[in-house]
């Protein structure tokens, strides 16, 4: 089965879940209450972080990973996967370890599915890229989350990549890697691959990440800086999305969300191969530009100087690029400064843009270069392409506002709360504000208040934060049932796997209160059920087959749930009905059938 998957993601082997094995019951209860599981799929490309000497170098050694890391406490508590039985209760290989439990009181379960051949990632091209996104597409809802090992010398290429392909996120996927092999003795790849798998197993940052030295950035905003420090990649131009030092501190209102009800979707790119990067040197010539820019080169980055500037002393050459735009060619300006956007303070760099030259912001090439590749394999006209690549599509550039912005002194009720408090400083006032978010959040929710949510949205508060439940407006609007605040809530990136301390997600919330027409929009948006709320699903689903609540079931059926899971006693739904003589569940149910 394994195999059959894998293949179609073209050549991975291991044994990660598959489609069709049993859901897992994932809470354990224990003498000191209930430990909640998560699921992690580690996807190992390979890297340094799993190589060996070999009498040619450092080369990635394959079905080594998973025993080595066995025997590593951190990074696997055999105690525990015998005294829970996990490997018989989940089904599970040898591929597959456990955490010790985590201060969030989380035990996560990660199963190390290997690239063949695992590669040096200098070895690596687009078609792995479309290789990971297979897999990210075949295992996204039998994980919580997901981790990539990586050499790190083209893992802000992929990470950039990855999170152009992926689509309508919503998990959190993490690159990582190491600078020194993690079977040495002092390395920097088991503190990275927990810090991953933490981030991954235990946050729903809906983003492609990567994770180093302690941070926790934005793919598609880092760059490699330092091939000997195992602080190797700097985030210029966006501050990190979190850090990982004596606490786990997450910068949620930096976290980037996809906005939208659609479902996730890998875009296969079959990438686009006729990009390239053009670094402008003083006295590049009017040839080599005319070189690089010939068919079937279809975008490229031009890597400028400072804030987007080229010679505009040299017509040749800005005829050169001139003709290429006109010819189809996109060409995206990038800066070569580490640091800084693209602007039109100097002549030199308005003159690209009226020869056809696209800003690109404050991406990075590694960025730009993916994007375009992207945008490229897309369907639709030059015309909107072009629109496109200047679009901000996943929090790859900073777009400053236009207008006016609301900030946080404009908020008259934190400021009448603020006095109460005697505070006034900047961050106090955020703090206030993000105490006062979750609950302000979930009672707007709670009535239908959606002005009162654009208001909390305005002052900067998070409308996807958590109350001391665990649960969010979402979860809250899902109950009620109130199909406007759970629209304009996705809309506004709030995550529909979030869990509250029940595990229960705003799915399972509104299949509880028969909210059918909620349930259909959140499945639109990729809502599933996990694992953990489908343990009992057999007798919930017996008890209103016998009590004969059609509407319950439906709930269930539209939630994606198959109406003939068995009940603890083994009997089925129908069963149940026709031992209680339930004439409209058993046609109900005939009707599915059929
Ligand atoms: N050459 C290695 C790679 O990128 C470097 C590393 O992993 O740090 O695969």
Same mark, same amino acid.
């Given at each position: 089965m394994m195999a059959a998957e894998a293949a179609q993601a073209g050549g991975f082997l291991g044994r990660a879940l598959s489609s069709t094995e049993p859901a897992p019951a994932l809470e354990i209860g224990g003498g000191c209450g209930a430990v909640a599981e998560a699921r992690v799929l580690v996807i190992n490309t390979g890297g340094t972080i799993g190589m060996v000497p070999q009498p040619e170098g450092l080369a990635p050694e394959a079905n080594m990973l998973a025993g080595a890391l066995k025997k590593i406490p951190i990074l696997h508590d055999a105690a525990y996967a015998e005294e829970t039985n996990l490997y018989s209760r989940l089904h599970l290989g040898d591929d597959t370890l456990v955490l010790p439990i985590s201060r969030q009181n989380k035990r996560i379960i990660y199963t190390i599915l290997e690239l063949?051949?695992?590669?040096? =990632?200098?070895?690596?091209?687009p078609a792995e890229w479309d290789k990971i996104g297979s897999l990210l597409e075949i295992y996204y809802e039998k994980y919580d989350g997901f981790v990539i090992l990586h050499g790190t010398d083209t893992m802000a290429y992929t990470a950039s990549a990855l999170s152009f392909m992926c689509e309508n996120l919503g998990k959190t996927i993490v690159l990582t890697g190491s600078q020194v092999p993690i079977y040495e003795l002092r390395n920097d790849g088991r503190a990275n691959l927990l810090g991953s798998l933490l981030f991954a197993g235990q946050f729903v940052i809906p983003e492609v990440c990567l994770y180093f030295h302690n941070k926790l950035y934005r793919g598609n905003r880092v760059t490699k800086v330092?091939?000997? =420090?195992?602080?190797?990649? =700097?985030?210029p131009n966006l501050p990190s999305l979190a850090t990982a030092e004596v606490d786990i501190i997450i910068n949620w209102e930096t976290v980037w969300r996809a906005n939208t009800t659609k479902k996730f979707a890998i875009h296969k790119m079959n990438f686009d191969q006729h990009v390239g990067l053009l670094r402008i040197f003083p006295g590049i010539t009017a040839e080599a530009v005319k070189g690089f820019l010939q068919s079937p080169i279809k975008g490229i980055v031009l890597e400028t100087y400072g804030s987007g500037n080229a010679p505009n002393n040299c017509p040749a050459l800005l005829e050169e690029l001139q003709k290429a735009t006109e010819r189809g060619v996109v060409i995206l300006n990038c800066t070569q400064c580490l640091r800084g956007s693209v602007s039109l303070v100097y002549e030199t760099g308005k003159t690209l843009m009226d020869a056809g030259v696209i800003p690109g912001g404050d991406m990075t090439p590694e960025a730009a270069l993916t994007k375009l590749a992207y945008v490229l394999s897309k369907p639709g006209t030059l015309a909107e392409k072009r629109e496109m690549v200047k679009e901000n599509l996943r929090g790859e550039m900073t777009v400053v506002p236009i207008g006016t912005q609301i900030t946080l002194k404009d908020s008259k009720f934190i400021q009448e709360i603020a006095k109460y408090l005697f505070i006034s400083c900047k961050e106090e006032l955020a703090a206030v504000r993000d105490a006062l978010t979750p609950p302000l959040a979930c009672a707007a929710a709670k009535n239908g208040d959606i002005d009162a949510l654009k208001a909390l949205q305005n002052m900067g508060?998070?409308?996807s934060s958590e109350d001391y439940?665990?649960?969010t407006p979402l979860h809250v609007a899902s109950c009620e049932g109130n199909l406007e605040i759970v629209k304009h809530l996705l809309k506004s990136g709030a995550t529909v796997y979030a869990k509250d301390r029940f595990g229960a997600t705003p799915l399972l919330n509104a299949i509880k209160f028969r909210h059918h027409d909620v349930i259909c929009l959140l499945r639109t948006t990729g809502a599933h059920l996990s694992s953990q709320e489908l343990v009992n699903v057999g007798t919930e689903l017996c008890s209103l087959a016998f009590n004969g609540d059609v509407e319950g079931l439906l709930a269930w059926h539209l939630a994606g749930v198959d109406l003939n899971h068995p009940g603890y006693d083994g009997s089925t739904p129908y069963a149940m009905a026709r031992a209680a003589n339930r004439m409209k569940v058993m046609e109900f149910l005939c009707q599915l059938e059929a």
């Open positions: 063949s051949p695992l590669l040096d =990632s200098s070895n690596m091209t330092d091939a000997e =420090s195992f602080n190797a990649f =700097s985030s508060g998070n409308l439940d665990g649960r």
